[in-house]
């Protein structure tokens, strides 16, 4: 798999927009160890859009960079402490989720539609997150898997909200500004050598 520098620029361009993304800050309803945050958002919209490696590539980007002390969490978070918290397995299931919205969005697609975008945020962007953040959230916080999922639940509307959102956004982006999808290239035909007696 070959990175051009194209594809080095979208990848830098949508983990800056899940940082900026974070900047309004968190809220931790009902006192939650886990907070919710715009930033999943950036997350669905980079599968979306960049498909699957781009867009785990971006959050990926994101990560390292916070893990080495910037702070581009919401709230301004930042360094290594950020991967040993409870809400730290949804910051590693930010990969797999935009990894699996950019393979429902895309595989053998030419152009995004609204119905596979919407199955994308919800399977990639919501239980592919949910996946690996549920597990870590009832390890670190001494809970069932019962008990996390039940806790979970208070994610779901807000995250309904920001994958509906992905839809709107992602096709607005395709009618305003195709160039900013990649999608799967077409085999280039040779021309027939013709030969000249």
Same mark, same amino acid.
């Given at each position: 798999?070959?990175?051009?520098?194209?594809?080095?620029?979208?990848?830098?361009?949508?983990?800056?927009?899940?940082?900026?993304?974070?900047?309004?800050?968190?809220?931790? /309803?009902?006192?939650?160890?886990? /907070?919710?945050?715009?930033?999943?958002?950036?997350?669905?919209?980079?599968?979306?859009?960049?498909?699957?490696?781009?867009?785990?590539?971006?959050?990926?980007?994101?990560?390292?960079?916070?893990?080495?002390?910037?702070?581009?969490?919401?709230?301004?978070?930042?360094?290594?402490?950020?991967?040993?918290? /409870?809400?730290?397995?949804?910051?590693?299931?930010?990969?797999?989720?935009?990894?699996?919205?950019?393979?429902?969005?895309?595989?053998?697609?030419?152009?995004?539609?609204?119905?596979?975008?919407?199955?994308?945020?919800?399977?990639?962007?919501?239980?592919?997150?949910?996946?690996?953040?549920?597990?870590?959230?009832?390890?670190?916080?001494?809970?069932?898997?019962?008990?996390?999922?039940?806790?979970?639940?208070?994610?779901?509307?807000?995250?309904?909200?920001?994958?509906?959102?992905?839809?709107?956004?992602?096709?607005?982006?395709?009618?305003?500004?195709?160039?900013?999808?990649?999608?799967?290239?077409?085999?280039?035909?040779?021309?027939?050598?013709?030969?000249?007696?």
């Amino acid at each position: 798999m070959k990175t051009t520098l194209n594809d080095i620029t979208r990848i830098a361009t949508f983990a800056a927009i899940i940082a900026v993304l974070g900047i309004p800050g968190a809220v931790s /309803p009902f006192g939650m160890a886990v /907070p919710i945050t715009l930033q999943t958002l950036g997350v669905m919209l980079a599968g979306a859009i960049l498909g699957w490696w781009r867009g785990a590539a971006s959050v990926l980007v994101l990560l390292v960079l916070t893990a080495a002390g910037l702070p581009l969490l919401s709230g301004g978070r930042g360094g290594i402490g950020v991967f040993f918290v /409870p809400s730290s397995g949804y910051l590693i299931g930010w990969v797999l989720g935009a990894a699996v919205v950019g393979v429902i969005v895309h595989a053998g697609a030419t152009r995004p539609v609204w119905w596979r975008v919407a199955l994308g945020t919800v399977v990639g962007g919501m239980l592919a997150i949910y996946a690996v953040g549920i597990p870590v959230m009832a390890a670190m916080l001494g809970l069932s898997l019962g008990e996390a999922t039940i806790a979970n639940f208070a994610f779901v509307p807000g995250d309904a909200i920001k994958a509906a959102l992905t839809v709107a956004l992602t096709m607005a982006v395709w009618k305003a500004y195709p160039r900013a999808f990649v999608t799967p290239r077409q085999p280039r035909v040779e021309p027939t050598p013709v030969s000249v007696r």
